[in-house]
C-alpha cells in the first residue's frame, strides 16, 4: 500500500473533515429533493437523479453499519427510535408532498391535506417496517460478533 | 503484530474478552481486534485496557525495537 503523506494528527483532521462533507453533500441533497418535489410536484424526472444517488449512499450507509454492528452513537436500537425516526420522516415527506399539492393545485386545499396525510402515512409506515428489519439484522449481527470465540487464536 | 502481553496478562487473571471490555468500556471486538494486532487502540484506551489489567502502558505495549522488526 503507498504510503500517506500525512501524520496521524493530518489523517484525523482529514477524516473529519471527510465525514462533514460526506453529511453536508447527503443533507443538501435531501434538501433539493425535497425544494424540487415543492416546485415540480409529479415530474418524477426531475428528482430521479438524486434520488438514485441518495438510495445508493443510504443502502452502502446501511448495509456497512450493520455488517460492522453499529447502530448509531446516540440513539440505542429500539422501537421508540424507528417509531420516533419514522414519525419525523413521514411528517417531513407529508409536509413537502402537501406544500407541492397546494402550490399546484390551490383550489383544492382539503385534497392537498389529503395527499399530504397519505404520503406522510405511507412514508411513516415504510420508515417503520425498514427500520425494524435494519434492527434486527443488525442485533443479530451485533451479538454474533460480540460472542467470545471458542478458538483462542481467534479474534 | 499480535499483542500477545495484554492476551497472556488477561488470561492470567482468568478474564475473558468481554470481561475485559466491559471493564474498560469498548465491545468485546474491539479487544479481539487489539489482541490480533488489527486494531491500534488511542492512548486513552490503552490506559483503560492497562488499569482493567492492573498493569502498565509499557508492560503491555512496549516493544523492543528488534521485537517490532519480527
Known amino acids: ?155 | 503484530m499480535r499483542n500477545l502481553k495484554m492476551k497472556f496478562r488477561r488470561i492470567e487473571l482468568n478474564m475473558s474478552q468481554t470481561d475485559l471490555a466491559k471493564k474498560a468500556g469498548v465491545t468485546r471486538q474491539t479487544i479481539g481486534l487489539i489482541e490480533a494486532g488489527e486494531f491500534n487502540p488511542s492512548i486513552n484506551l490503552c490506559i483503560a485496557i492497562c488499569r482493567a489489567l492492573g498493569v502498565t502502558l509499557n508492560d503491555l505495549f512496549w516493544e523492543d525495537e528488534n521485537d517490532e522488526e519480527k
Request: hydrophobic share 50%.
Open chain 1, 1 to 155: 500500500m503507498k504510503k500517506s503523506n500525512l501524520d496521524e494528527r493530518q489523517e484525523q483532521i482529514l477524516l473529519k473533515i471527510e465525514k462533514n462533507g460526506f453529511w453536508l453533500a447527503f443533507w443538501l441533497l435531501l434538501a433539493a429533493m425535497f425544494i424540487q418535489q415543492i416546485f415540480f410536484m409529479g415530474d418524477i424526472k426531475v428528482a430521479a437523479g438524486e434520488s438514485l444517488i441518495l438510495l445508493v449512499v443510504s443502502l452502502y450507509v446501511v448495509i456497512s453499519c450493520i455488517k460492522n454492528g453499529i447502530w448509531d452513537r446516540k440513539f440505542k436500537a429500539s422501537g421508540k427510535t424507528n417509531l420516533l425516526a419514522s414519525l419525523i420522516g413521514g411528517l417531513a415527506v407529508g409536509t413537502v408532498t402537501f406544500l407541492g399539492l397546494i402550490r399546484n393545485f390551490s383550489d383544492k386545499p382539503l385534497g392537498a391535506a389529503a395527499g399530504g396525510v397519505a404520503a406522510g402515512v405511507v412514508t411513516f409506515v415504510l420508515c417503520f417496517i425498514a427500520m425494524t428489519v435494519s434492527m434486527r439484522a443488525y442485533k443479530k449481527r451485533s451479538e454474533a460478533m460480540e460472542e467470545e470465540p471458542t478458538d483462542d487464536m481467534d479474534i
